[in-house]
């Protein structure tokens, strides 16, 4: 969790039914990378702790026999009920409101835990220890996110850039120069470091995999303004009354720098980090001696 910020149930208010849209997909192939590193076959339970509108639970969908997505915010699971009834899996899924520090609820085991780029909004260290718990013997916790380290030039594709760094300012021009998070904000962004976190936690590992993303991708006005009220840090209930001028400033700065309402992009890698509950011990622990083999004093 991020210092000196508590945690409040504003942090993505009525971002959900932007999620979808805005937000980038994981590179594709991912499922693939998971199934073979994890040995999945369609068996199995997942859990994925802060699961959203269900975007990775569901892409993971094929690979168990049940999944539980747990959130605090009531319209993300909404969101991804809906995507569950669109893809035909109602029955194989759950969604769970509540917080990952309220885990483990009854919810009882899994052979994989997932954290798709959700972990730093959470107490870090109670939250790995109870999920460890959570898990199988051998049971895995994975870690996913878009590679940050890499860079997505777009020189060669039909369209501008999509102008992140103006929409950053235009943002601060209205909430101020401080990153907000729900009623909070984020002096120092948040935290890093999840290999000690996890280290502490008992797990093995990491093992590190990369997907690799770069394909071009096409983004309309209406998808970078989905993107923006996607984040926590823009949330729609952030802008209070200015909503309206903020969208307005948006669509202009927008249409100046993409007349034909189009942006070229590519698909971000995805980064895997794959964390292992150690295996439950097998056979016979060593054997120490017994009772009367300990040197005992005289009396």
Not at 16 to 25: E, Q, S
Not at 98 to 104: D, G, T, V
């Amino acid at each position: 969790m991020p210092e000196g910020w508590e945690w409040d149930d504003t942090l993505f208010l009525g971002s959900a039914p932007y999620y979808r849209r805005g937000r980038l997909p994981y590179a594709p192939g991912l499922a693939e990378v998971l199934a073979e590193a994890l040995a999945l076959d369609g068996r199995g339970r997942l859990i994925d702790v802060g699961c959203g509108p269900g975007i990775l639970a569901l892409g993971l969908a094929h690979l168990f026999s049940e999944i539980v997505g747990v959130d605090p915010d009531s319209g993300m699971l909404a969101e991804a009920g809906h995507r569950a009834e669109e893809a035909g899996v109602t029955r194989k899924t759950r969604w769970v409101r509540l917080r990952a520090e309220e885990l483990p609820a009854g919810l009882g085991t899994f052979t994989v835990a997932t954290f798709g780029q959700s972990f730093h909004w959470m107490d870090r260290d109670l939250v790995a220890a109870t999920v460890k718990d959570m898990l199988r013997p051998a049971g895995a916790l994975v870690h996913i996110s878009d590679l940050k380290t890499e860079t997505r030039d777009v020189a060669d594709l039909p369209h501008p850039a999509v102008p992140y760094a103006a929409i950053q300012d235009l943002v601060r021009q209205y909430l101020g120069p401080v990153r907000r998070a729900g009623r909070g904000v984020l002096p120092n962004g948040t935290p890093g470091g999840e290999a000690a976190v996890l280290g502490r936690a008992g797990f093995a590992g990491p093992q590190r995999y990369v997907v690799p993303g770069g394909r071009p991708l096409e983004r309309t006005c209406g998808d970078v303004v989905a993107w923006v009220f996607s984040t926590s840090s823009s949330a729609p209930h952030l802008f209070g009354r200015r909503r309206g001028d903020f969208e307005a400033d948006l669509g202009h700065l927008l249409r100046e720098t993409s007349p034909s309402g189009r942006f070229s992009e590519r698909q971000p890698s995805t980064e895997v980090f794959v964390w292992r509950k150690p295996p439950a011990p097998t056979g016979n622990p060593p054997r120490g001696p017994l009772p009367e083999e300990v040197n005992s004093p005289p009396w």
